[in-house]
């Protein structure tokens, strides 16, 4: 069983939380998106707990310590913060496109997951 978090409740967000909740070997352990009223939907939805909603991918990845992997599908700048902050605690991740802004960006995720 995998514990799965996810960043970002946009289409591919939502996207990603029905893929999950289909799996056997999945477990949704938490969500997150900046825009309140987007989460509380997501939430209600998808009959998820308060608790396991989050406005800020941080306090998600630092308090939920049970997510094994997560999936980043925020607005575009925000891919490379979530994805670094997430491989420093050492989770899995999966990111949408494009995975970085600057070629910068993409050799420190390179160099994380190295």
């Not at 998106?33 to 998600?60: C, H, S």
């Not at 094994?68 to 670094?84: F, G, L």
Request: contains cysteine; charged residues 20%.
């Amino acid at each position: 069983m995998v514990n799965v978090g996810i960043v970002g409740l946009g289409f591919m967000g939502l996207t990603h939380i029905k893929a999950y909740r289909q799996l056997p070997n999945a477990r949704l352990v938490a969500i997150c998106d900046a825009d309140r009223t987007r989460l509380a939907a997501a939430l209600k939805k998808y009959n998820l707990p308060a608790e396991k909603g989050f406005t800020d991918f941080r306090k998600m990845l630092d308090s939920t310590k049970e997510i094994e992997a997560c999936t980043v599908s925020t607005a575009d700048h925000a891919h490379y913060p979530a994805a670094m902050h997430a491989m420093g605690l050492g989770k899995h991740v999966c990111v949408q496109k494009p995975l970085t802004n600057t070629l910068w960006e993409a050799q420190q995720l390179g160099l994380a997951a190295a």
